[in-house]
T-cell receptor
């Protein structure tokens, strides 16, 4: 299995631009998670899906952020308009269960820089 | 709400020695799981070990063991026989039990950077 795939790996954009991050979970995993990692706030869960349906989006910072999962093999996290404080590493993860005693598999992350 | 505290921003250990990374947690819920993840410089998050709040024995996975002291609300990670490849950031996390073998969303600590010296 290829693992969780994220694209792009690095993104540099200017303030005000729209940014779209993409994720392909491991085939057969029912849950998909989006995390953000910064030096100041550490690793935070933004939103997670079960069977393509958003379950908990309480971590989404504001209306500028939106996430979709149109099918079991693809999800997007969109920031519009982007701001410098959105600069962070964004991780996607997937698992068989919400958080199983087995493991939650993380993608390699997308490093976003907003100038 | 749950909270994880990792008080050691950085730790150093000599190769082949053991090292303990501290983690304390706060939750009023009796059913929860504690998790440790490793993040090497390449950036990916790697699951290491899990401990359930009702587990009687400390969890072990190869060279990793979790020193679970429930009354003190601590879940320290012990790495035995450190290797150079263990140099990484280590995160402790907590999640509340949600049924079956499932837990809710993870809440992470700030992490500890471990450096293994040759």
């Amino acid at each position: 299995d290829a693992g969780v795939i994220q694209s792009p790996r690095h993104e540099v954009t200017e303030m005000g631009q729209e940014v779209t991050l993409r994720c392909k979970p491991i085939s057969g995993h029912d849950y998909l998670f989006w995390y953000r990692q910064t030096m100041m706030r550490g690793l935070e869960l933004l939103i997670y899906f079960n069977n393509n349906v958003p379950i908990d989006d309480s971590g989404m910072p504001e209306d500028r952020f939106s996430a979709k999962m149109p099918n079991a093999s693809f999800s997007t996290l969109k920031i519009q308009p982007s701001e410098p404080r959105d600069s962070a590493v964004y991780f996607c993860a997937s698992s068989f269960q919400e958080i199983s005693t087995d493991t939650q598999y993380f993608g390699p992350g997308t490093r976003l820089t907003v100038l | 709400a749950q909270k994880i505290t990792q008080t050691q921003p950085g730790m150093f250990v000599q190769e082949k020695e053991a090292v303990t990374l501290d983690c304390t947690y706060d939750t009023s819920d009796p059913s929860y799981g504690l998790f440790w993840y490793k993040q090497p410089s390449s950036g990916e998050m790697i699951f290491l070990i899990y401990q359930g709040s009702y587990d009687q024995q400390n969890a072990t996975e190869g060279r990793y063991s979790l020193n679970f002291q429930k009354a003190r609300k601590s879940a320290n990670l012990v790495i035995s026989a450190s290797q150079l490849g263990d140099s990484a950031m280590y995160f402790c996390a907590i999640a509340l039990y949600a049924g079956g073998t499932s837990y809710g969303k993870l809440t992470f600590g700030q992490g500890t950077i471990l450096t293994v010296h040759p």
